[in-house]
C-alpha cells in the first residue's frame, strides 16, 4: 500500500513538473469533484476527443511527459482505476487540480465528464 501511494505521489509530482505547473504539493492543493452523474460515457465518444484537444502535446506519441502517451486508450488507463475517484486522471483535471487549467474551454464540464467516465462509465472503452 505504501509503495502504490508513493508511486502515485512520484506520478503526481512529474506530471506538476512536467507540464509547467507550478510545484505546488498534492497536499496543498485542495480538489473538488465534479461530475454530472452520467453514466453513459465512453472513451471513444467523450473522453478521446478531449484528450485529442487538451493532453497530446504533452502526453502522445511525439511527447510523452511523465512517461504517459494518451494517443491510445491503453495509455490514458495506465493513469486510471476504473471506478476510482482516486484516479490520477480524476485527481490532475478536477478543480485545483495540476492539469485543470490546461484543458481548453469549459473546463468544469470536461472535469465533469472525465470524473463520471472514471467513476460512473467505470471507464468504457
Not at 40 to 50: D, L
Request: hydrophobic residues 35%.
Amino acid at each position: 500500500m505504501r509503495t502504490a501511494l508513493r508511486a502515485s505521489v512520484f506520478t503526481f509530482f512529474l506530471l506538476s513538473t512536467a507540464c509547467g505547473s507550478s510545484s505546488t504539493s498534492p497536499s496543498s492543493t485542495a480538489i473538488t469533484e465534479t461530475g454530472t452523474g452520467a453514466t453513459t460515457y465512453t472513451y471513444t465518444s467523450q473522453i478521446q476527443p478531449i484528450v485529442a484537444s487538451d493532453c497530446i502535446t504533452c502526453h502522445g506519441p511525439s511527447q510523452q511527459q511523465s512517461g504517459l502517451n494518451f494517443s491510445t486508450y491503453a495509455g490514458v488507463m495506465r493513469a486510471v482505476s476504473a471506478g476510482s475517484d482516486a484516479s490520477l486522471l480524476v485527481r490532475v483535471t478536477q478543480p485545483g487540480g495540476l492539469m485543470y487549467n490546461n484543458l481548453s474551454g469549459d473546463r468544469r464540464t470536461k472535469a465533469g465528464i472525465i470524473y463520471d467516465w472514471v467513476v460512473n462509465s467505470r471507464a468504457a472503452q
